[in-house]
């Protein structure tokens, strides 16, 4: 059971750094950088504004034990859609092989988080 909660929150606070404290950051303190990610994908600014503030909201539902599973569920879906299609994004606009590569990283991070969270609350059943 210890060895399943480190395995966990190692997994979800790299999360919560990737996913929620860095973009929040960019977005407050530098709101040009908030940006950097997606103009060259052709995307709006106001949809980086928007995606940060769901990341953060889906970071949180991941991190804090006492969201109730079906919305940490939704959470863990929205963060996979958003990793999925920020690869598919870069495959097809920008094609540059390390931005492609990041969210697939990123997303087995968060597949390990998934996991290890449906094992702990299984064991503590």
Known sequence: MRKNKIIFWVATIIIVAW???MPL???IFSPDQATVGTKPLG???YFAYTL???KVLGVFA???RKTPPTLREWAYAGL???LIFAFISHA???KNLGFMIMPLVVLGVLMVS???SNKIRTEEK
């Open 25 to 27: 950051s960019a977005l």
């Open 43 to 45: 995307y709006p600014d």
């Open 114 to 116: 998934y996991i290890y």
């Open 92 to 94: 097809v606009v920008d």
């Open 62 to 64: 991941i991190s804090y």
């Open 19 to 21: 996913e929620g404290v």
């Open 80 to 82: 996979t859609f958003n």
């Open 52 to 54: 940060i503030i769901c």
